[in-house]
């Protein structure tokens, strides 16, 4: 499945959502150290979901949260120009209106 990378590459759009991409800035080690991070707290929470374990669970999302932050994907934003974190908004409620009007209008072409 593609997604719809931001031209600057801060966000790609799922759900109609701006979700923070990975920082560019990682080294290939240090990146897959932390989706292996993540993919093992990603586990945690679904084995802690199933036993219903309260304690598990939060300490399992806790792990999603630094492997996140770690990766650049939530938390502080890793671009230093001063723009602001758009995460979680809708593509058409944002910086990125024109572009987001341009795909749709490009589809569009493409399917008329």
């Not at 292996?36 to 598990?56: C, Y």
């Not at 938390?75 to 987001?100: F, K, L, Q």
Request: hydrophobic letters at 35%; a neutral charge; proline letters at 4%.
């Amino acid at each position: 499945m593609k997604y719809p990378t931001t031209p600057d590459g801060r966000y790609f759009v799922a759900r109609n959502r701006l979700w923070r991409c990975t920082d560019p800035g990682l080294d290939e080690d240090t990146r897959k150290r932390h989706v292996k991070a993540l993919m093992a707290a990603r586990r945690a929470v679904k084995e802690a979901s199933k036993v219903d374990d309260d304690d598990a669970l939060k300490a399992a999302r806790r792990q999603v949260q630094a492997a996140k932050e770690a990766l650049g994907e939530r938390g502080p934003v890793w671009w230093s120009d001063g723009a602001e974190d758009e995460s979680g908004r809708a593509p058409h409620n944002s910086s990125y209106a024109d572009w987001w009007a341009s795909l749709n209008a490009q589809e569009d072409k493409a399917s008329g």
